[in-house]
């Protein structure tokens, strides 16, 4: 009797993940994005805010376009918050500036989520660090990979 139920469960389980649960995450990284010089956007922000300013429509959207053009190439967006509180809240905010331009990238554009890693950056790798009061989101559309 419990062996009937075993595929009926099974059945259950396939239906209720669907297709998006079963597609893989383009496997990349952003190890060494902040060093590259070509197809970099940034996204300046307002001291001790995650949310984007409106001056950010325009390098997001010239960050998508080529994204949308080679949609080989993977995208990093790396958040950058020095001095803006501890070490530890510097940090949550890089991440949420991240999160912020890597959904309007996704929302508002239309590059698919796999595409994209929003990363916090510690201070020392910043683009920036001659400009210790870097308050920034460095958008990297990555080479495409042989």
């Known amino acids: 009797m419990m062996h009937a139920a075993i595929p009926a469960l099974a059945g259950l389980l396939l239906i209720g993940l669907g297709a998006g649960a079963l597609a893989q995450p383009r496997a990349f990284n952003c190890i060494g994005a902040e060093r590259l010089e070509d197809d970099v956007f940034e996204v300046a922000f307002p001291p001790r805010s995650a949310r984007p300013p409106e001056a950010a429509r325009t390098p997001v959207a010239a960050a998508a376009a080529l994204a949308k053009e080679a949609p080989e190439r993977n995208v990093c967006v790396l958040g950058h918050a020095v001095r803006e509180g501890g070490q530890t809240t510097s940090t949550e905010l890089?991440?949420?500036?991240?999160?912020?331009?890597?959904?309007?990238?996704?929302?508002?554009?239309?590059?698919?989520?796999?595409?994209?890693?929003?990363?916090?950056?510690?201070?020392?790798?910043?683009?920036?660090?001659?400009?210790?009061?870097?308050?920034?989101?460095?958008?990297?559309?990555?080479?495409?990979?042989?």
Do not use: K, W, Y
Not at 103 to 124: F, K
């Open 94 to 146: 890089a991440a949420r500036r991240a999160r912020e331009v890597s959904e309007m990238l996704s929302v508002q554009h239309g590059i698919e989520r796999d595409r994209i890693r929003a990363e916090a950056r510690n201070p020392g790798f910043s683009r920036s660090t001659e400009n210790r009061e870097a308050r920034s989101v460095t958008i990297v559309v990555l080479p495409a990979t042989p």
